[in-house]
């Protein structure tokens, strides 16, 4: 079973950045496409977004509402993925959730964890 923790969400004024960390632990992260969504509660499910995925072999991608401004990375060993924020915007205003799954497709039905919330003020 992998196991992730998030880090890195807080406050920021719109046109700011911010850097998130997830770190995977447990079985065999590596093997697994890691990646962030993002939800509003308390739209809960209807909120749910997918920001950006990278997949085994370190393809990334990421959302069209996020491209240009969110880069994500992984580590070289595969157990932590990056998403660095730039050119924040008030509607970027979520809880940031790190996934992993055996697919990057619908990785919220993965791994979770335990969600970093990110506020943008304008």
């Known amino acids: 079973q992998v196991q992730l923790k998030e880090s890195g969400g807080g406050s920021v004024q719109a046109g700011g950045s911010l850097r998130l960390s997830c770190s995977a632990s447990g079985y065999s992260p590596e093997r697994y496409c890691m990646g962030w969504f993002r939800q509003t509660p308390p739209l809960g499910r209807e909120g749910r977004e997918a920001v950006a995925t990278v997949d085994r072999e370190g393809k990334a991608s990421v959302a069209e509402a996020v491209k240009g401004r969110f880069t994500v990375t992984r580590d070289l060993k595969g157990n932590v993925v990056y998403l660095q924020m730039n050119d924040l915007k008030p509607e970027d205003t979520a809880e940031y959730v790190c996934?992993?799954?055996?697919?990057?497709?619908?990785?919220?039905?993965?791994?979770r964890g335990q969600g970093t919330q990110v506020t943008v003020f304008s």
């Open positions: 996934a992993a799954r055996q697919y990057c497709d619908d990785i919220w039905v993965g791994y």
